[in-house]
């Protein structure tokens, strides 16, 4: 069902797809409950991630579109960077990346793998997203001038093709459910700029799957995350051309901010201790800023009992773990 709409959308194969799945059997049993994991952490590609399967659409896209650079920007341990310099660099595309802060002693972690990756890196000492945007502008006319086609690449990859590569994922899901007989009740993820739930909101409206995707907003509130993630979502199905209605795609929107804490990035107890349990306890390591808020969230909910009893609960593991080694 949801292959037909994406099947004449080009793209590239730098994901290893499927992700696997697999039940997370001793926190399954520490938490009364059936948990699952889509390693969305093993998408291979530059040590993995979400932002492989939205790259996978975007590069495409601007191949064909004949640009010859890529400029976006983003933080100093940016995930999304550092998969846009590696996903640049094997394609053929020279990466400019706009990173706010300043340059530490030593590139670590992500940073590192910016540099192995040979993106040239500006930096921005501030946080303040219009000086980013106004830096990332100055490279843009810079680059045409010197007679380069660059492509301005959206933050996260959060932009209607972008989020293709979460409809896919949630086609995977619903085959997955088929093959193994799981059917999951929920969903659970964190939700950043938004691509990957409303990708996967898309998906689940176009294929009727019946269950609840919640995000774990790790930067915004509740609010303004769910209007974030239904503007995305209505822009992915009208790019597959797919009719809904606003109320039922508006309905299938959830979002929850209990777990951000501070902000964005700043680390909360709840996200420390899941860190840990699924570390000690399933040997699959989260990070501090994305997956282990969300893990922090899927806890709550089943020490709460919030999902419903004896129901199957699937939580993608989107990456991010590189930010351990900060
Ligand atoms: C590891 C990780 N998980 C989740 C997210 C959130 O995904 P999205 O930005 O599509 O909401 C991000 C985004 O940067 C991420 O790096």
New binding site residues.
Partial sequence: MISKYLKDIPKLEMSLLPTPVHRLNNLSGRLAMDLYCKRDDLTAFAFG???TRKLDYLISDAINSGYDSIVTFGAIQS??CRMTSTAGAVSGLDVHLILSGEKPPKATANLLLDTLAGADITYVNSTDRDDLVKEADKKINELKKQGRKPFYMPV?G?VARGSLGYVQAMDEILEFSESHSVRFSDIV?????????AGLIAGQLISGWEGRITGMA?SRSRGEQSGKVFKVASDTLDLLGYKYSEDHLRSLVHVDDNYLGKGYRELTDSCSGAIKEFARYEGVFL?E???GKAAAGLIDYARRGAFGEGNSVLFIH???NIQLFE
């Fill in positions: 991630g979400n932002k995930n999304w996260g959060s993820l964190a939700s950043g700029s938004s691509g990957t739930q790790v990070d800023v994305y997956t989107t990456g991010g």
